[in-house]
């Protein structure tokens, strides 16, 4: 099993310019979820999917979008990037929402918005 | 806004010691997990404790939980090299459907 896979690894936008991000999973998982890690600070949820069709939004969720139309993957998209959005973004994913839910993360992404 | 806040920011030991890592937290939750997550890494759950447990051991590691005061404590004993790593608690509220809340971590060096 691959796990949880992220798509690109690196990626430098202007800004103003747009991307999708890429996260796959082969493990069944109900849940994904998206988080942006900067330095000095823990993961902030952006916005989150509890199965195939369905997201919400999380903490920060301003300046993305998602889309979850295949079980097993989750775009996130950014449609006009700005240098706030440079940032490590993390895909992960879990079984379901029950109260033992380990997630399951991917490698991350790192993106720079000059 | 970010549930847990670890401390120390940073801890640095030498290997063979134990290393101890704290988390506290606001809000009632349903159970509390740590996660490590090494230089340009994603994250890797390490150990979960439900709100009715107040210890949990897995291997070299310890956790307990005071949910009174509203923390949790992680240690690892005879700490090795290829234990540094940053440490993040995460806790999960009761009406959040699978949403973790992370602190801002401990960067645990250990040194050879």
């Known amino acids: 099993n691959a796990g949880v896979t992220q798509t690109p690894k690196f990626r430098v936008l202007k800004t103003g310019q747009s991307m999708t991000l890429l996260c796959a999973q082969d493990m069944n998982h109900e849940y994904m979820y998206w988080y942006r890690q900067d330095p000095g600070m823990g993961l902030r949820l952006i916005h989150y999917?509890?199965?195939?069709?369905?997201?919400a939004k999380g903490e920060v969720p301003d300046g993305y979008n998602v889309s979850r139309l295949k079980k097993q993957n989750f775009l996130l998209g950014l449609e006009s990037a700005a240098p706030s959005q440079t940032s490590v973004y993390f895909c992960a994913s879990s079984y379901s929402g029950g109260v033992v839910n380990e997630q399951f993360f991917g490698p991350g992404t790192r993106l720079t918005v000059l | 806004s970010q549930q847990g806040e670890e401390d120390p920011q940073a801890l640095s030991i030498q290997e063979g010691e134990n290393a101890t890592m704290n988390c506290s937290y606001k809000t009632s939750i349903n159970n509390l997990q740590w996660y490590r997550q090494n230089s340009g890494r994603g994250l890797v759950h390490l150990i979960l404790i439900r709100s009715n447990e107040r210890e949990k051991h897995s291997g070299r590691l310890r956790v307990t939980l005071d949910t009174s005061k509203k923390s949790s404590s992680l240690l690892i004993t005879a700490s090795r090299a290829a234990d540094t790593a940053s440490y993040f608690c995460a806790t999960r509220r009761g009406s959040t459907l699978g949403r973790l809340y992370f602190g801002r971590g401990t960067q645990l060096t250990v040194w050879p």
């Open positions: 999917s509890v199965g195939e069709g369905t997201t």
